[in-house]
Every structure is written in structure tokens, then in C-alpha cells.
């Protein structure tokens, strides 16, 4: 008896010992490939969103996450960067850790999902015998890619990263929950809250409940109906996670100005974008050189020039549909790919950036698995020596390409010399050197992006900023009203050429511009602030304080707009009112001299009055 059991439990033991073995290597060629990324400093959109990022303050608030452009409307990846700021702060060590360990998590679903996918009925006399090795050379290819790096090098990027590792649960659970000897519906409530969580983490989950229901068709229950009947309250629970993206995407609108339909954006120059983009996508899957951290909001608007790229995706989309009618393997990874890239590679028209490496994220898994199969279809498992090499080189690569992280000057030079053609590039670098202190360098950069694109707005108004930072207020004013010229509703390059009215002593002129800010960016509150102090300079009190009002009603610890306000109603001689905002003014900052002065003489005022 104990032989015979020894021997039932011998094959139980191997197969323990060959999982912990392949788990431990995709572990450790991860990691090893990651190694480098964890000392990068925060760069880019970054800053607003974990520095600038006021609703990190607490776990509530970040539930209701603000309008910056990256965390805006998704408020699971909110509370994620609210725990990171709560442990340690904005030191970036801990946000890059925690990128890091959902990449590992991403990549360990990954494997699972991979190989019991193999596992099943229609794949497992083809591929069972080496389910595993299969999966872990998919999965640990899929990680070590160098595309992958802005997903996960990229703080930010956190969005696209826990999406995915939330998306390849969705159906990982769905694979335990609904196959085997023992299908259990917790798994399948696994996957629903996966994919609930994943819809409060970026849009692109959208697409989840749909390929779940077709891998449930292909591998699983043999058909779309069948499908629907065998696990109809699952899907029905699936598709109700849409109501809560829905009303998030409502609640986003246009992200702050990033995302959205406009004159400046027509669908049909995206939708040529994007034939380009994705063509270019395949090709960084299989040879991923050049690495570009941003592509710029460059628009292809001749449809010849990209003839080619269309061609070949309408080839690739006819080719998914009749593997699907045929029920093949290849049709699954066909809709995984487009499915995932389609909300931002052709619904949803992403206006700040047209192309992003970080979209491959996901899709990228689908033409590893089609590289991985084929080759062991084609050679067996002679192919497996193949990604070995082929792992240690993108491994190498990754290594290289995170070294570019390791600033941010370093980053958008490398980015320059790639795609000398993006005018965002050199103003990004332009505000780094601005901001490090090196005036003249960033100067250079300012007028370079111009050069580029004499309508990049942006880089006239960052120019602007740094004049006047300067006090070369004269070169501020026209640097303003340049990109004005250009783009009269650019809200920002209002409010800055307002500010160096007021500076160079002409508050009154300043005014029109205060309104216009707050005309395109209603209730902001340090417009409003800036426009009671000007109106105060102009003389116009009333105005002053119904201003400085709306600013304390949001709010009432800031010092500065609540000495203006009181300052405006004393100077309306109404002391008695002011005399309480005097008082709120010492007691947040007892130092306030000013303020301790202004408060005798409303005091001696209101005796008067008396």
C-alpha cells in the first residue's frame, strides 16, 4: 500500500517541483531584466499625477480622483498611487517597486493563463505534452520585452499595467472557475470583481466581458450559444461592470483636454494614424528598436502614405475572422490583439498622444503566443532553444532601455534624437532645464520646438513663463500673446500673460485676460485668486472681494486670498467684516504682519464708525 501510493503521489510531487522551478525562472529573468528600473526619478505627467495630485492625501479622496490627464476617471489606480504616497511619500523607489511587482503578478497570470489554455480539448494533442515550457516561454518572453518598458518604468504608467494584470485575471479566473474537475463559481466571481476593478483602473478594459465570452466560445463550451447558456448570471454580471466605466468616462469627460472628438482632431486623420501606428506596433514586437518615450500629436492626413500599413491590418483582420468562423487558436489571439489596441487605436481618439509603445502592453501577449506556438508547431521543442536566446536578448535590451529613465534630461534627449521631428519633445526638456536651473538651455529648447512647429503653442507660452521668471517682462508679454495669436482660447498662456500685466504694473490691462482663463477653465481657483488681487490693484474692491469670496468658499486655509479678501472689505469700509478675516489670517499665520497692522486699523476704523 504505501509503494502503490508513493508511486500515485510521485507524478503529484514532479509536477509541484517542475511548476515551482518555472515559476521561480519567470520570477528571476523578470526581475533581473527590471533590475535597473527602480531608480529612475518621477518624469513627465509624473509630476501632476502623484506630486500635483491633491486626492493622494487620503484613501477617500482618492476615490474621486481629480482631472489630471493620466488618473482622471480612474480611481482604482488613484487609491494605488494614494497607498504608495501614504507609506512613503513621493520618493519614486516605492512607486517604481509597486509597478514592478504588477508586472510580476501580470506576468505570473500570464503563465497560468497560458498553460491551461493548452490544456484543453482543442489544443492539448497539439501542445499539452509542453504546456509548460510553452507558457513560461510566452510569459517570460511577454515580460522581458523591451516595449514593455514604459508600462512599467514609467510610473504613471501604472494604469496600463494594472489594467492588464487585472484584464489577464478576468479570464485566468474564468479558465478555473469554468474547466477542470472541479469548476467552481468563486473563481468566476473572481473574475467579475477582476474585471470590475480592472474598469475602475483605464478604459481599455472594455473589451473584457467580450473576449472572455469568446474564449469561452472557441476553448471551452464549443460555441457562442452555448456558451451563453451554460453561464448566462456570469456574463450578465460581466457586462454589468460596464455601468460603472460608463458613468467613470462620464464623470472624466474629456480627460482634462487629453482624450475627446474635435475640430483639431478629425476621426477620419486618427483613424490613418492609427494604420501607421499599429503597423509600427507588430514591428517593435518583433524587433523593438527604436524605443521612443513619446511619439507627439503628429497626424498622418494622406491616405497613400499609409496604403500599405491598411492593407496589410485589413489582411490581418480578414484573417481573424476566418480563423474564428473556424474556431482556430490563431482567430483568439487575432481578436486579443485588436480588441485591446481598439479603444485607443481607433474608437477613442487619445489627442495628446497618437501613438504610445505602453498600448502593446496586452496585445503584445497575443503575438508572442502566435511567435511561441508556431515555431514549436513548425520545430518541436528544438524551438524553445530559440527563445532562450531570444529572452537574454530582450532581456539585455530592457536593461539598456530603462537606463534611459535614470533622468529626465537624459529621457527627452534620447527621445529628441529618435524623433527630431516632435516639437513636445524639446519644450518637455526645455521646462526640465527651466527647472533645474539652466535658464539659457531651456531657452534653446523653447525656440527649437518653434522651430519645429511654429504653431506649438505651448512651447511659446513655457517660453514665456521662463522669461518672466526672469523679470524680462517685456519678452514674457510677447511670448504670451504670440501663442494667443495662434490659439486664442489657450487658457494658460491668458492666465500667465495676466500675471505679467500685474507685474509690469498694469492690472486694469491684466483683467480681460483673468476672465477669459476662467471663461475656458470655470471656478479655477488660482485664477480667481490672481483676479481679486489685480482688481484690488486696480482699484476695483467690490469686484476684489466677490472674487476673493469664491476662493475661500473652496478654500478657507489659504492664507494669501483670505488676507486679499479682507483687505478688499476694509478698503470698501466695511472694517467690520474684515476684522474677521484679519483674525482667520493671524491665527492660521501668526507671523502675518501685515495683517496684524491691517487688523488695528480696521479695529480703529469700526470705532470710528460707531
Known amino acids: 500500500m504505501a509503494r502503490r501510493a508513493e508511486t500515485t503521489a510521485s507524478p503529484l510531487v514532479k509536477d509541484a517541483i517542475a511548476q515551482t522551478w518555472a515559476v521561480g525562472l519567470l520570477l528571476a529573468v523578470t ?150 474537475p472541479a469548476p467552481s463559481s468563486r473563481w468566476l466571481v473572481g473574475s467579475v470583481a477582476a474585471c470590475l476593478l480592472g474598469m475602475g483602473t483605464k478604459e481599455v478594459m472594455v473589451s473584457a466581458p467580450l473576449l472572455v465570452l469568446s474564449y469561452d466560445a472557441l476553448f471551452v463550451a464549443g460555441g457562442w450559444a452555448a456558451a451563453w447558456r451554460a453561464r448566462r448570471w456570469y456574463y450578465v454580471a460581466l457586462a454589468a461592470t460596464w455601468l460603472w466605466l460608463g458613468w467613470l468616462v462620464w464623470q472624466a469627460g474629456q480627460r482634462d483636454g487629453s482624450a475627446g472628438f474635435g475640430p483639431d482632431l478629425p476621426a477620419w486623420h486618427y483613424a490613418l494614424t492609427q494604420c501607421r501606428a499599429v503597423v509600427h506596433y507588430l514591428r517593435l514586437a518583433l524587433w523593438p528598436q527604436p524605443l521612443v518615450f513619446d511619439y507627439g500629436m503628429a497626424l498622418v492626413r494622406d491616405p497613400a502614405a499609409v496604403l500599405p500599413q491598411a492593407l496589410l491590418l485589413l489582411a490581418l483582420g480578414a484573417a481573424t475572422l476566418f480563423s474564428v468562423i473556424k474556431k482556430h487558436y490563431i482567430g483568439f489571439l487575432g481578436l486579443w490583439f485588436f480588441a485591446i489596441l481598439a479603444p485607443t487605436s481607433s474608437l477613442v481618439r487619445v489627442i495628446t498622444q497618437t501613438m504610445a509603445e505602453r498600448r502593446m ?54 527621445t529628441i534624437a529618435k524623433l527630431p521631428t516632435n516639437p513636445r519633445a524639446y519644450d518637455a526638456l526645455g521646462n526640465v532645464l527651466a527647472d533645474a536651473g539652466r535658464a539659457d538651455e531651456a531657452a534653446e529648447q523653447f525656440q527649437a520646438a518653434q522651430r519645429v512647429d511654429p504653431r506649438y503653442v505651448e512651447a511659446r507660452n513655457d517660453l514665456g513663463v521662463l522669461r518672466a521668471r526672469q523679470e524680462r517682462l517685456t519678452e514674457a508679454m510677447a511670448a504670451f500673446e504670440a501663442a494667443l495669436a495662434i490659439a486664442p482660447d489657450f487658457a494658460a498662456a491668458h492666465f500667465n500673460l495676466a500675471n505679467a500685466l500685474v507685474a509690469a504694473g498694469r492690472p486694469a490691462a491684466a483683467k480681460p485676460h483673468y476672465l477669459a482663463a476662467l471663461r475656458l477653465h470655470p471656478g479655477q481657483s488660482d485664477v480667481l485668486w490672481r483676479l481679486a488681487d489685480s482688481e484690488l490693484a486696480a482699484g476695483d474692491f467690490a469686484a476684489a472681494a466677490e472674487h476673493a469670496r469664491a476662493v475661500v468658499a473652496v478654500a478657507p486655509d489659504f492664507v494669501p486670498v483670505r488676507f486679499s479678501l479682507a483687505l478688499a472689505l476694509e478698503r470698501q469700509g466695511r472694517a467690520a467684516e474684515a476684522i474677521p478675516e484679519y483674525e482667520t489670517v493671524l491665527a492660521l499665520d501668526p507671523a502675518h504682519a501685515a495683517a496684524r497692522i491691517h487688523l488695528a486699523a480696521a479695529r480703529r476704523q469700526a470705532e470710528v464708525g460707531r
Not at 503584445?364 to 518541436?380: E, K, P, R, S
Not at 536566446?389 to 532601455?401: D, E, F, I, Q, Y
Open 31 to 180: 526581475l533581473i531584466a527590471y533590475a535597473n528600473s527602480l531608480l529612475g526619478p518621477l518624469v513627465f505627467d509624473d509630476v501632476d499625477a502623484i506630486v500635483n495630485n491633491d486626492s493622494l492625501a487620503s484613501l477617500g479622496a482618492a476615490l474621486h480622483p481629480p482631472s489630471h490627464r493620466t488618473v482622471s476617471g480612474r480611481p482604482v489606480a488613484n487609491v494605488t498611487f494614494a497607498l504608495n504616497r501614504l507609506a512613503g511619500g513621493v520618493d519614486p523607489i516605492g512607486y517604481h517597486a509597486v509597478n514592478l511587482l504588477i508586472h510580476l503578478g501580470a506576468a505570473l497570470t500570464l503563465f497560468g493563463l497560458v498553460r491551461r489554455t493548452l490544456l484543453l480539448p482543442p489544443l492539448a494533442a497539439k501542445f499539452g505534452a509542453a504546456s509548460r515550457p510553452l507558457a513560461l516561454a510566452v510569459a517570460a518572453l511577454w515580460a522581458v520585452h523591451p516595449l514593455q518598458t514604459e508600462a512599467v518604468t514609467y510610473i504613471v504608467q501604472r494604469v496600463e499595467s494594472l489594467m492588464g494584470l487585472f484584464y489577464l485575471f478576468t479570464l485566468y479566473a474564468f479558465v478555473r472557475g469554468a474547466t477542470g
Open 361 to 414: 502592453y496586452l496585445p503584445l501577449a497575443a503575438v508572442v503566443t502566435l511567435l511561441v506556438l508556431g515555431a514549436y508547431a513548425w520545430l518541436g521543442r528544438r524551438s524553445l532553444a530559440i527563445w532562450i536566446v531570444v529572452a537574454l536578448g530582450w532581456g539585455g535590451a530592457t536593461l539598456a532601455r530603462n537606463a534611459d529613465y535614470r533622468t529626465d534630461v537624459g529621457l527627452w534627449r534620447d
